[in-house]
Nanobody, 119 residues
């Protein structure tokens, strides 16, 4: 129904930057919230940043001032600009969207992209 393709992860030195992208496709009527979550080894998945259809954003405290979430509704894509990266940002990052597809709302997840920050 809805497919999400992530890109932009990789290995970076502490203090460096990465930009994640997530493009949605499929039978999409509309998309409400879009966001990024992450899961580090041995830890639960946590919300990193979310953005509503109106552009309101929310961040977990540990990334405020360093990460910026944005979206391009025409391209059905959400971005996460990550600056001043720290080793504790190392995790698999997952894209999430709440989309209206084929008559109902559903939560959809990307396959995940690895972000590794070396000290």
């Amino acid at each position: 129904q809805v497919q999400l393709v992530e890109s932009g992860g990789g290995l970076v030195q502490a203090g460096g930057s990465l930009r994640l992208s997530c493009a949605a496709s499929g039978s999409i009527f509309s998309i409400n919230n879009m966001g990024w979550y992450r899961q580090a080894p041995g830890k639960q998945r946590e919300m990193v940043a979310t953005i509503t259809s109106g552009g309101s954003t929310n961040y977990t405290d540990s990334v405020k001032g360093r990460f910026t979430i944005s979206r391009d509704n025409a391209k059905i894509t959400v971005y996460l600009q990550m600056n001043s990266l720290k080793p504790e940002d190392t995790a698999v990052y997952y894209c999430h969207v709440l989309a209206y597809s084929r008559g109902s709302y559903g939560n959809y997840w990307g396959q995940g992209t690895q972000v590794t920050v070396a000290s």
